[in-house]
């Protein structure tokens, strides 16, 4: 059962799927979000089919450029990578592919390690 008791703060990521609110979604919504302070708004739209990243840099969001290796690759989520073409075309073993080798790469290894010792500084230490 939900319960608003968990909810705590601002969402690290936003990622939604954008039809008919499509100008809603990059306009109103785009500036409301990056107000609230999220840090990275993941757009997919249809028609045209595409992908946009945006990331939160002083208050309002910036489209992001897709990497040399036409990645997208979250700052907030080391190791989330997402190839824009497969996910409109439906590629899942690619999209599959790119997650397992953003999953591998020393960045979210390292992003991991930062969570497990929070973690264990949340615990204070003791076993569950």
Do not use: Q
Not at 49 to 65: A, K, Q, T
Not at 77 to 83: C, N
């Amino acid at each position: 059962m939900w319960k608003a008791a968990y909810v705590r703060g601002t969402p690290e990521l936003a990622f939604e799927a954008a039809d008919s609110t499509r100008d809603v979604d990059r306009g109103p919504k785009l500036t409301d979000l990056a107000r609230a302070g999220v840090p990275e708004y993941v757009v997919r739209t249809f028609d045209p089919d595409e992908v946009l990243w945006f990331r939160n840099v002083g208050g309002s969001f910036e489209r992001v450029e897709l990497d040399a290796d036409g990645l997208y690759r979250s700052t907030v989520f080391p190791g989330l990578w997402i190839d824009p073409k497969a996910l409109p075309s439906e590629d899942f073993f690619r999209l599959r592919d790119v997650i397992d080798l953003g999953t591998r790469s020393p960045e979210h290894a390292a992003f991991v390690a930062t969570l497990a010792a929070r973690r264990e500084e949340l615990r204070g230490g003791c076993a569950e």
